[in-house]
């Protein structure tokens, strides 16, 4: 009778132990992150950042003007820096989508289609010619829309058939990316809008802007003015699995249109947008601005060209992680004198953005980059 009650004390102050271990694992656990500032490395070039990418410690950035890259160590230590002509058989054009793989390849998009692969240096290694030109115009910008993957590379390359980036149901009649063979420049169409996005009906919405992100075999794809993120599996074809919605507090949206090419947003209001996706190992980091509203919009003339830098003075920029099952985040607020983000490799790893000196109101004969950290509260 001793040793069952001995017994019986052992398990209720094991069971005791095993519930106050998960309550303290529970209340230790938070989802409440922060932004924070490590350092700045200075960067000796005078030229602006359009578009860039940083991996394994180098970074390499575009400058628009010149039609240059520049390559970059942690240090801020210029490793290379090239320019480019715009005709002949070494033409390189625009470069403003930059990618480097796991083993320091370096890939670059033109904003108006083209592709190349680059040399360690910087020089043109090939052009990647597919079989048909791309429709875009104005491309995806300083978006990200090109990885490598499983030796190929995955575009936002619309034209295939002569497909018109521009009609108004093109998100939803047509593969939305190319998995293109480098080499040889062969590709497949992959990846489809699911009826989880309003872009898969009949309705008519403004034209979003595509960026994606990969990790091992999943890509992670968002429409610029919608709050969803959709997963599929490279390794499946691109099969579809699921949509996640990141719940902005505010994100403003001027919803259907009665007409096709009708523009709302930046006349009489601005529709919360993604400007940045990153997929990592523990799941997705996301930038968006909120949108501003129609009354703040009219009032403040925020439709005349010259009042454009005021945008930022009534709308938040917000980052936001969600988890792989999932979980959101808090919102975190990010300074505008943060500006792009280069890469996150990992929320665990710090990570670099430039420093927005013309929001500063500050001129210097060199580019500033912040060392930043995201820190779990």
Same mark, same amino acid.
């Given at each position: 009778?001793?040793?069952?009650?001995?017994?019986?004390?052992?398990?209720?102050?094991?069971?005791?132990?095993?519930?106050?271990?998960?309550?303290?694992?529970?209340?230790?656990?938070?989802?409440?992150?922060?932004?924070? @500032?490590?350092?700045?490395?200075?960067? !000796?070039?005078?030229?602006?950042? *359009?578009?860039?990418? #940083? =991996?394994?410690?180098?970074?390499?950035?575009?400058?628009?003007?010149?039609?240059?890259?520049?390559?970059?160590?942690?240090?801020?230590?210029?490793?290379?820096?090239?320019?480019?002509?715009?005709?002949?058989?070494?033409?390189?054009?625009?470069?403003?989508?930059?990618?480097?793989?796991?083993?320091?390849?370096?890939?670059?998009?033109?904003?108006?289609?083209?592709?190349?692969?680059?040399?360690?240096?910087?020089?043109?290694?090939?052009?990647?010619?597919?079989?048909?030109?791309?429709?875009?115009?104005?491309?995806?910008?300083?978006?990200?829309?090109?990885?490598?993957?499983?030796?190929?590379? @995955?575009?936002?390359?619309?034209?295939? !058939?002569?497909?018109?980036?521009? *009609?108004?149901?093109? #998100? =939803?009649?047509?593969?939305?990316?190319?998995?293109?063979?480098?080499?040889?420049?062969?590709?497949?169409?992959?990846?489809?809008?699911?009826?989880?996005?309003?872009?898969?009906?009949?309705?008519?919405?403004?034209?979003?802007?595509?960026?994606?992100?990969?990790?091992?075999?999943?890509?992670?794809?968002?429409?610029?003015?919608?709050?969803?993120?959709?997963?599929?599996?490279?390794?499946?074809?691109?099969?579809?699995?699921?949509?996640?919605?990141?719940?902005?507090?505010?994100?403003?949206?001027?919803?259907?249109?009665?007409?096709?090419?009708?523009?709302?947003?930046?006349?009489?209001?601005?529709?919360?947008?993604?400007?940045?996706?990153?997929?990592?190992?523990?799941?997705?980091?996301?930038?968006?601005?909120?949108?501003?509203?129609?009354?703040?919009?009219?009032?403040?003339?925020?439709?005349?060209?010259?009042?454009?830098?005021?945008?930022?003075?009534?709308?938040?920029?917000?980052?936001?992680?969600?988890?792989?099952?999932?979980?959101?985040?808090?919102?975190?607020?990010?300074?505008?004198?943060?500006?792009?983000?280069?890469?996150?490799?990992?929320?665990?790893?710090?990570?670099?953005?430039?420093?927005?000196?013309?929001?500063?109101?500050?001129?210097?004969?060199?580019?500033?980059?912040?060392?930043?950290?995201?820190?779990?509260?």
């Amino acid at each position: 009778m001793k040793y069952r009650i001995l017994a019986v004390l052992f398990v209720c102050v094991l069971l005791l132990a095993c519930s106050s271990e998960k309550e303290t694992d529970l209340e230790s656990f938070s989802n409440d992150w922060e932004l924070v @500032i490590l350092d700045s490395i200075q960067v !000796d070039y005078l030229g602006t950042v *359009d578009g860039g990418d #940083f =991996r394994n410690g180098k970074g390499v950035f575009f400058n628009f003007q010149e039609n240059k890259l520049i390559e970059f160590e942690s240090s801020g230590e210029i490793s290379h820096e090239t320019s480019y002509p715009k005709d002949g058989p070494d033409k390189v054009q625009y470069p403003t989508q930059l990618r480097y793989t796991k083993d320091g390849r370096l890939f670059a998009a033109s904003f108006m289609g083209w592709l190349y692969e680059l040399n360690m240096d910087l020089t043109l290694k090939q052009e990647i010619k597919l079989p048909f030109p791309s429709e875009a115009k104005d491309g995806g910008g300083l978006l990200r829309n090109l990885e490598y993957w499983n030796d190929s590379l @995955i575009s936002f390359y619309p034209g295939r !058939d002569g497909a018109n980036p521009y *009609d108004p149901h093109f #998100f =939803r009649d047509h593969f939305l990316l190319e998995k293109i063979d480098p080499k040889t420049g062969a590709s497949l169409p992959i990846i489809k809008t699911p009826s989880t996005s309003r872009y898969s009906t009949d309705k008519y919405y403004e034209r979003p802007w595509v960026q994606f992100g990969i990790f091992d075999n999943i890509l992670h794809l968002v429409l610029s003015n919608e709050t969803m993120i959709h997963t599929y599996d490279l390794s499946n074809g691109g099969e579809y699995l699921n949509t996640i919605d990141f719940q902005p507090s505010k994100f403003m949206d001027n919803g259907e249109h009665s007409e096709k090419y009708q523009y709302i947003s930046g006349t009489r209001m601005l529709d919360g947008r993604v400007r940045q996706l990153f997929v990592i190992d523990k799941g997705i980091v996301i930038t968006y601005t909120e949108g501003i509203d129609e009354d703040t919009f009219i009032q403040n003339e925020l439709n005349n060209p010259k009042n454009f830098p005021k945008y930022k003075d009534f709308q938040n920029q917000i980052l936001k992680i969600i988890s792989p099952e999932g979980l959101l985040s808090n919102e975190i607020n990010v300074p505008y004198r943060i500006g792009r983000i280069m890469n996150i490799e990992s929320v665990d790893k710090p990570f670099y953005a430039v420093r927005d000196d013309e929001y500063l109101g500050e001129e210097h004969d060199y580019v500033t980059f912040y060392k930043l950290q995201l820190v779990n509260k």
